[in-house]
């Protein structure tokens, strides 16, 4: 079916999570400007959909892979020998073969198509990036409450009598909540903030916990220990809604603030204090996303700690409070079409081939497949093909080398992108995908003050021959002719999304505001039965779930691998711990080629402290070298430009991650150069018990000049 231009400019913003509304400003088709964007990836919207660089038509490799040696080919051709390439390796290794993968980039796009090709293709083979970040907090939460807790999702800041941002530098992150907490803090709203370093939610703070990185479950049990022991927790919550409570409160005796202070280097004042605060302060929200709960092997230990403090102080699903968002979808069971992570699988006899099958239950729940083992996979056979939508898998994910070989290795590699990345140079066909304002698409938000659905037409043509990521699934899947057509086309696909809410997406685009509203509710856990979607019913600080897949069912502090506790030898070389930051002018691997964003960044930049640079003989803006212990690349080295910040943390540097430069040599694309991920080892743990990734931050690290 042909898809109409909508008529009034507006559309979603999908470069981050924040989904802003935008309109385009559109003159004789062309995209000429944006209005209602919050950061600067929404206003260079028009700059990526007409940069020059933009693929826009399918390619096909004609030389060795990553010989950079291209042909451009019609659709036709591109359907055809895909899907007779996917038919093969279907017949010759099983379906089970095929990995789809996307990253953040194109956002719920790149999910989309990936489900539907869990369908077409029969594959439960797939990862989105966000492994590593959301899901450790989500599993933990399930594990806890049966539900999401701590995502930003539905927040309501201006209900909030505090707010403690736990690793989460939201200004960069999430711009649009960045204003929304600035504007509750000066109506009065208390903040915490959990950060090593000054981010500038630290200077609006009460109470700023400049925290040893990796350190943040000691910290969360310090202040389980002070809010029991002196009573401070919601007595009525915790008696008629939560099981547990004597054995969380028996095992954080021994966790005391004087425990956790030489920990995290802290005061234990502060923790006292923090504690404090934050239990006296109801509705408290508390929001970690993907600071502290993730990309560690402690990151499910730590979102537990955070679920248990919420429980504990009664902020379950309250105004103000932490809200959990999944219920909202539940309620009008949109969830199970809009969400499809657990209602589309691949066909049943798949499910034992998934990857991590019986390690990971909790992953496999939210048909996740494990990562290490796919890669791994592409070097011994268990992978054989991959698709992947907007993912720039080589930068993105860890062991950037092994990635990079791996991929050579397929019999076939699909990448759809809007530029040819490290990840596109080895595959055997690039395809040219749609922007945000050139698809028709619905979103899910849950930004205060309600939840809605809404849905919008593209807002131009697509460039060049650009086709929706969605629509090279379903045109592949009914080539291969492999048995049931699940969906028509997008409209079709759109169409099914919408069918619990009785409505198509056409009619929906003629709504007003074109959306559907969730009447928003509180303490839904009342009137449901069971209240939480946990074994017990109840909110579990004694998780059964974990305690049955043998993780610690109580919240539990392990020293990470390096720390200067529990490997000192190594942090005699390595001397400081290296931890990640964000840029305002990037979403993760994006926006490398786009001039007005990269003026913003033009380098690779290593935060630094002064004092232990200065006895380095580094000077602020000198390019040093970094280096981790991790054996199997202790040659190899990444490099930064420093920039001395003197509130750092003095054993902390700072860097971004996802750096590649599109402007240096392909195939590589200077994706070791600067990327912490070069430097990683997938090949050996320890992995986090829950989802499997390695240490990807707070990790021992040495600098040296130039
Ligand atoms: S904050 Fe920026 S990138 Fe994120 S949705 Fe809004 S405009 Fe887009």
Redesign the pocket.
């Known amino acids: 079916m042909e898809s109409k231009i909508s008529p009034d400019g507006k559309f979603?913003?999908?470069?981050?999570?924040?989904?802003?509304h935008?309109t385009g400003q559109v003159s004789d088709g062309k995209l000429v400007g944006i209005e209602?964007?919050?950061?600067?990836?929404?206003?260079t919207i028009p700059d990526l959909v007409y940069h020059p660089d933009r693929v826009l038509y399918p390619q096909k490799r004609v030389g060795e892979k990553g010989s950079g040696k291209w042909e451009r080919i019609s659709w036709e051709q591109a359907i055809e020998e895909i899907a007779a390439k996917m038919n093969e390796v279907t017949d010759k290794y099983g379906s089970e073969t095929i990995y789809l993968s996307t990253g953040s980039g194109q956002k719920q796009i790149g999910n989309q198509a990936c489900e539907i090709g869990k369908k077409f293709f029969d594959t439960p083979q797939t990862h989105w990036g966000r492994y590593t970040c959301i899901i450790p907090q989500a599993t933990a939460d399930f594990g806890t409450a049966g539900e999401t807790l701590a995502y930003e999702y539905c927040a309501e800041y201006s209900k909030s009598k505090l707010i403690m941002l736990w690793g989460a530098n939201v200004d960069l992150t999430?711009?649009?909540q960045a204003r929304d907490i600035r504007e509750a803090v000066r109506g009065g709203t208390k903040l915490i903030v959990v950060d090593p370093r000054a981010i500038p939610m630290a200077k609006k703070a009460n109470l700023w916990l400049k925290i040893k990185p990796g350190t943040d479950t000691a910290l969360g049990l310090g202040m389980i220990n002070v809010i029991i022991n002196e009573e401070l927790y919601d007595k009525d919550f915790v008696k008629n809604w939560t099981v547990g409570f004597e054995r969380l409160k028996a095992h954080v005796q021994e966790f005391t603030p004087a425990w956790a202070a030489p920990i995290t280097d802290l005061s234990e004042a502060d923790i006292i204090a923090a504690a404090r605060l934050y239990a006296k302060t109801p509705p408290a929200t508390l929001y970690a996303r993907t600071g502290a709960a993730a990309q560690q092997i402690n990151s499910s230990q730590n979102a537990r700690t955070m679920a248990c403090l919420i429980g504990l102080c009664g902020n379950v699903d309250v105004p103000g409070g932490n809200i959990p968002y999944l219920r909202t979808f539940n309620a009008k069971y949109f969830y199970h079409s809009y969400t499809t992570r657990m209602s589309l699988r691949a066909s049943p006899n798949k499910e034992n081939k998934f990857f991590g099958f019986g390690k990971y239950p909790m992953m496999h729940m939210i048909s996740m497949c494990d990562m290490p083992t796919c890669i791994r996979g592409m070097h011994d056979g268990r992978t054989r093909a991959a698709w992947i939508v907007a993912n720039n898998l080589v930068v993105s994910d860890q062991d950037s080398r092994m990635v990079f070989e791996g991929l050579k290795k397929l019999k076939l590699v699909v990448v759809s992108d809007y530029f040819m990345t490290p990840t596109a140079e080895v595959a055997d066909y690039v395809l040219p995908a749609c922007s945000y304002a050139e698809i028709d698409n619905i979103v899910g938000t849950f930004q205060e003050p309600y939840d809605y659905a809404i849905a919008h037409r593209k807002i131009i043509e697509p460039q060049g021959e650009c086709w929706d990521d969605r629509k090279m699934v379903i045109e592949v899947g009914k080539k291969m002719g492999r048995g049931e057509v699940f969906w028509e086309d997008v409209e079709d696909w759109l169409d099914w999304r919408l069918k619990y809410l009785g409505k198509t997406f056409d009619e929906m685009c003629n709504m007003p505001d074109h959306k559907i509203d969730f009447p928003r509710s509180y303490r839904r856990y009342e009137k449901s039965v069971p209240g939480f979607g946990t074994p017990s019913g109840k909110f579990e600080f004694y998780s059964e779930i974990l305690d049955v897949i043998g993780t610690e069912p109580l919240p539990t502090f392990r020293e990470n691998p390096e720390s200067p506790v529990s490997s000192p030898e190594i942090f005699k070389e390595y001397p400081f711990i290296y931890m990640q930051v964000r840029l305002a002018g990037f979403?993760h691997t994006e926006g490398r080629q786009i001039e007005r964003q990269r003026k913003m960044h033009p380098d690779p930049i290593l935060e630094m402290h002064p004092d232990p640079a200065g006895k380095l003989g580094i000077s602020d803006g000198d390019w040093v070298k970094l280096q981790i212990a991790e054996q199997k690349y202790k040659d190899k080295h990444i490099s930064f430009r420093v920039k001395l910040v003197d509130t750092m943390h003095p054993e902390t540097v700072g860097a971004a991650h996802g750096w590649w430069f599109p402007e240096k040599p392909a195939p590589e694309h200077g994706a070791f150069d600067s990327n912490i991920n070069a430097l990683l080892s997938m090949e050996h743990g320890p992995y986090e018990p829950l989802v499997g990734n390695i240490q990807q931050r707070a990790i021992a690290c040495k600098v040296t000049k130039a």
């Open positions: 979603l913003c999908l470069r981050c999570h924040q989904k802003c935008l209602g964007a919050t950061c600067i990836k929404g206003r999430c711009p649009a979403q």
